[in-house]
């Protein structure tokens, strides 16, 4: 383990097919006003709207809503929202939903006091708060992004055509509490259900495919993969079953709450890559990871060959007898590759909508990091993107 850090996550988790109860426990908490954010409408189709709402009545709040919030959540949406938790005052922002819902919560949270322009503060300049930030709480129906227990916020600028992701360093943006019952994900359509695997998937490799020390984290890592391998083959199989999706539910949140990045310097390039996708085509965000990763990684594996043959060997249990460390570290994505065609993946950015004329300006809008094996120059990026199409 190289590296200092320090290690707090503040939020509190209510797991389990009974955890809505404990909202009763948090809500009184928080003053009268709750400012409720969903998204579409699923959670009126399954119920779940209808068990919030009688809590919180229960607990005597004055309750205000943001509804509608969209997948890839828009800058114009979130003027609106702030103006809607403005009016209502709010004490608190309970987000009721998937990682869209949840981001859009925080990033309405750290705006309603906030005098300038959340775009340019918090997504151009990567500022941090200075203003007070209202808390955020969260009922989860949607197993993935890790918002729920991070203090990451993406937001789409459908004008610019960019969408992107500030993962704020203060705590006080994560939320507060958050309430994880893998039954409200039951109801999720399989697409959805798999681009959210993949996501999880993701999360792992972009902190695990960095540094060459002996970390901790990457034998972390390596075990939240394989769960997430194996429940994702019992979920595919029948999305019904409780316990493959409890374990994914669980994942995820692993996934992406700060710990398995301690000591790791992190990629995030299959990431900006996906969200430059998602910025031009608005798809689902864990297809357009999907689509990009198997050409990011065949490019970037000479640069950390060791770490693509561990993951072969320790994620994807390919033997290597007999075998050079090209060889193993190609099965092991071969592997990779064969995992994602079973979950009926998108695997090329094509089939996202994008188009040959629209490459140099999703290249254009990609972020470059450079905590990863490779730091990725403008014509890579651009030879990734059009292999990836
Ligand atoms: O809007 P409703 O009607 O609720 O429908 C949603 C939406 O259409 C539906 N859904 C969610 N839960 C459901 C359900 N349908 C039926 N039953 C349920 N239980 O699913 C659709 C997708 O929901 P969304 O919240 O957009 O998905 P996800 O959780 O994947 O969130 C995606 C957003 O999170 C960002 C992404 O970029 C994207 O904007 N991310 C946030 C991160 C973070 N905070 O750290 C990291 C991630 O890498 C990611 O970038
Ligand atoms: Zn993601």
């Given at each position: 383990m190289l590296g200092n850090f320090t290690y707090c996550n503040p939020t509190k988790l209510y797991f389990g097919d009974d955890s809505l109860k404990y909202l009763n426990d948090e809500l009184p908490k928080y003053g009268k006003n709750v400012v409720l954010v969903y998204g579409g409408g699923s959670i009126k189709k399954n119920g779940l709207y209808d068990d919030v709402v009688s809590i919180l009545k229960n607990c005597g709040k004055t309750v205000s809503e943001i509804s509608?919030?969209?997948?890839?959540?828009t800058l114009a949406k979130l003027y609106e929202g702030v103006e809607i938790a403005r009016k209502a005052n709010a004490d608190l922002i309970l987000a009721v939903g998937g990682g869209s819902v949840c981001d859009y919560s925080k990033a309405v949270a750290v705006s309603v006091h906030c005098d300038e322009d959340p775009w340019e503060k918090y997504?151009?300049?990567?500022e941090e708060p200075t203003c007070r930030i209202v808390p955020v709480g969260c009922v989860l129906t949607m197993s993935g992004t890790g918002s729920e227990m991070n203090a990451g916020s993406v937001i789409t600028n459908s004008e610019t055509k960019q969408k992107i992701g500030h993962v704020f360093a203060s705590e006080e943006v994560m939320p507060r509490f958050s309430v994880l019952n893998p039954k409200y994900t039951l109801t999720l359509p399989k697409y959805q259900m798999v681009a959210g695997i993949y996501d999880i998937f993701n999360h792992i490799c972009e902190q695990y495919f960095s540094g060459d020390d002996d970390n901790t984290s990457d034998y972390i890592s390596e075990g939240l993969m394989r769960s997430v391998v194996h429940s994702s083959r019992i979920a595919n199989g029948n999305p019904q079953d409780y316990e493959a999706r409890s374990n994914i539910m669980w994942t995820a949140t692993w996934a992406l709450n700060t710990l398995v990045a301690k000591g790791k310097t992190t990629d995030w390039m299959v990431h900006m890559l996906g969200q430059a996708v998602g910025g031009y085509t608005n798809a689902t965000h864990g297809m357009t990871l999907a689509a990009v990763s198997l050409a990011y990684y065949r490019h970037i594996m000479p640069y950390g060959p060791a770490k693509f043959v561990r993951f072969a060997k320790n994620v994807w249990n390919v033997n290597g007898k007999g075998k050079t460390d090209e060889q193993i570290a190609n099965e092991g994505l071969a592997a990779m590759e064969s995992w994602m065609k079973e979950l009926g993946l998108v695997m090329n950015i094509s089939d996202l909508g994008v188009t040959g004329d629209m490459i140099e300006g999703i290249a254009d809008v990609t972020l470059v990091m450079d905590g990863g094996y490779k730091v990725l120059s403008r014509d890579e990026i651009v030879e990734v993107l059009k292999e990836s199409m």
């Open positions: 509608g919030v969209m997948p890839n959540p997504y151009v300049r990567f």
